[in-house]
């Protein structure tokens, strides 16, 4: 059966041009990880004129999140629905009308839209209050760095908004426009981004004898640390290791002192993300040897596992049949091998993250990346059915 896009509850369908507004401008005054103060503000000034208590500044070290409660009848269920706001230090290539003011920074992986969605579900429930019980809005800074989830978790985010459940979104390239993807247990990997420094020592690029050349030890080292995976791991076993950055010197015949490599590694199981991180280490302390280089490592803030727990999705793709038809739903779909820190948060609470189509698109993380707003309305209505159900 060929999957056909949800059609949207129609009272959120009307909020469609509000939805539209309030992405193009988020879009618009993007904002990376730990900086998007006015962002928050701006969320916070819309969630507060319909009538959410909101509450700002969630989060340790600087990095603030909000959440927006708003409590109908008499019910003691709650439910918590969770949107990410920060960008990307990227430069879009797309010539939109709301395109980014920042030429350095864009919302390249569409968390402006998820913003977008969890408030015009927001407006919907607060017009229609068709609930008992407690709905919170949870939105997220930091959730690129694996800084945001855990940062709101330590300033006691479940203890002070309790809520018996959590769901969150995010838009999939790729995947039939505004269809619903579920899955039960592991559905996205853990994430480890580090830094390497190699240091030699530098000269003119006529004399390298005179020389310890960092950009050759690190060319073998990219090439080294690809033999991990496909050498090091079974074959049964999930795993990525990913440079994505490769930093040294700015002058062709100037041989540098150092040379930065930044890496993004994913693993599905924990003897594979232990065995992976393991061999970088010995990797790279057998590279620089060789090359005749000082080495440091230095480790990011780590990502978890992201496990579906079993109820939770079940009610939301069952939830998601009942309003918007089975061809709509996806249901078990593929894990994948991204990561997101919403882990931390399934951690804490039991829950699910949904996707939702985006259609035949450039991937996220790329230039040329745009989010479908038409699935606006479709995500914003999911939201509304898992409230309106669960807080029946």
Request: proline share 5%; glycine share 8%.
């Amino acid at each position: 059966m060929s999957k056909m896009e949800a059609k949207p509850i129609a009272g959120v369908a009307e909020l469609l041009p509000e939805m539209k507004s309030w992405m193009a401008h988020i879009h618009a005054n993007p904002e990376v990880s730990t900086q998007e103060h006015d962002t928050a503000k701006y969320i916070a000034s819309l969630l507060r004129q319909w009538g959410y208590e909101v509450c700002e500044h969630v989060g340790k070290n600087g990095i603030e999140g909000l959440v927006a409660s708003m409590r109908h009848g008499d019910g003691k269920k709650s439910i918590g629905i969770r949107a990410d706001m920060d960008a990307l230090p990227m430069t879009e290539t797309n010539d939109l009308p709301y395109k980014s003011k920042d030429d350095r920074v864009s919302h390249l992986c569409g968390h402006d839209g998820h913003s977008a969605m969890a408030l015009g579900a927001a407006k919907y429930l607060a017009k229609t209050k068709n609930f008992d019980g407690t709905v919170r809005f949870i939105f997220q800074p930091a959730e690129e760095t694996m800084q945001g989830g855990p940062s709101m978790i330590a300033d006691g985010l479940f203890e002070r908004f309790d809520v018996d459940r959590v769901y969150a979104m995010h838009n999939i390239p790729g995947l039939p426009k505004g269809v619903f993807h579920f899955h039960e247990g592991e559905t996205m990997s853990a994430v480890d981004n580090w830094e390497i420094r190699l240091t030699g020592r530098g000269g003119h690029g006529s004399m390298p004898e005179l020389t310890i050349d960092p950009v050759v030890a690190g060319a073998s080292l990219v090439m080294a640390l690809q033999t991990i995976v496909s050498r090091n791991l079974s074959p049964w076993q999930n795993s990525v290791v990913t440079i994505g950055s490769f930093q040294a010197g700015n002058s062709g015949n100037v041989i540098p002192n150092e040379a930065v490599l930044k890496l993004s590694m994913r693993n599905m199981q924990t003897d594979a993300r232990r065995a992976a991180l393991r061999r970088i280490r010995e990797i790279t302390a057998a590279q620089a040897a060789c090359f005749g280089c000082e080495y440091d490592i230095r480790e990011g803030q780590p990502g978890a596992v992201l496990v579906n727990t079993q109820e939770e999705t079940r009610f939301a793709a069952n939830v998601a049949r009942r309003r918007f038809g089975e061809d709509s739903v996806v249901y078990p779909c593929k894990p994948m091998m991204s990561s997101e820190d919403f882990a931390f948060m399934l951690q804490r609470k039991p829950g699910c993250y949904v996707m939702i189509g985006n259609g035949d698109t450039p991937i996220v993380h790329n230039p040329a990346y745009i989010f479908d707003q038409d699935i606006l309305a479709a995500g914003a209505s999911l939201w509304v059915a898992l409230c309106e159900e669960y807080l029946k």
